[in-house]
């Protein structure tokens, strides 16, 4: 069965810190989806990143970095130089090939950054 | 691109009442979409896949008669709330997806926020 597991509830830095937020994911697909999204205190989801299962490289985009692991199932989400801005809740998620689209969220970070 | 817009932001109606919640795509076309539901400090659940011209797909557990989901045009999906009680009170958030393969990147409304008194 597909299972997202963020397993930090909460993370709390002070700013300019560098964080990972970890993602363990479970699949019998061998083709599937992993994204992350950001969910600021306003509610909206924004999409991060989208990564599918054949593609590993890793990935920076500015302070943002992700790192895929097939080989432990982890999809970690590293930010440098945390600022107060990135304080918000992050999801991983999974999509499978055959299941239509349907995401499959973990639980959720909530990374608190302080001045 | 890639925006997606939710009406209303924050509802609040009496018990027994329908709701109505918008769900558009502003700038692409939107073959599927989708319905999520999510509690305080919780992650989203999905409700439902909606799909343009046919019937949703309803997740195990959602009551379809309660949740009545149309999505009549590549644009819009709409989520109505018939007979709102107050452990309806929610976050319910759509999602879209700008490609024609509903594996592709979903984008997210802003959410709107349901109270039922």
Avoid at chain 1, 50 to 62: A, L, P, T, V
Avoid at chain 2, 9 to 35: H, N, P, Y
Wanted: glycine content about 6%; some cysteine; proline content about 3%.
């Amino acid at each position: 069965a597909q299972k997202v597991t963020q397993a930090q509830t909460e993370i709390s830095v002070v700013e300019k810190e560098d964080v990972t937020l970890d993602c363990v994911y479970e699949t019998r697909d061998t083709t599937y989806y992993l994204f992350w999204y950001k969910q600021p205190p306003s509610g909206e989801l924004v999409f991060l990143i989208r990564r599918n299962s054949f593609d590993e490289q890793n990935e920076i985009s500015g302070r943002y970095s992700w790192n895929f692991q097939k080989s432990t199932s982890s999809f970690n989400f590293t930010i440098t130089a945390s600022q107060v801005v990135d304080s918000a809740v992050y999801f991983c998620a999974l999509s499978e090939n055959n299941q239509g689209g349907k995401l499959i969220f973990g639980q959720g970070t909530e990374l608190s950054v302080k001045p | 691109g890639a925006v997606v817009s939710q009406h209303p932001s924050r509802v609040i109606c009496k018990s027994g009442t329908s709701v109505k919640i918008e769900c558009r795509s502003l700038d692409f076309q939107a073959t599927t979409m989708f319905w999520y539901r999510q509690f305080p400090k919780k992650s989203l659940m999905l409700m439902a896949t909606s799909n343009e011209g046919s019937k949703a797909t309803y997740e195990q557990g959602v009551e379809k008669d309660k949740f009545l989901i149309n999505h009549a045009s590549l644009t819009l999906s709409t989520l109505t709330v018939t007979s709102a009680h107050p452990e309806d009170s929610s976050f319910y958030i759509c999602s879209a997806t700008q490609g024609g393969v509903s594996t592709d990147t979903q984008y997210f409304g802003p959410g709107t926020r349901l109270t039922v008194l």
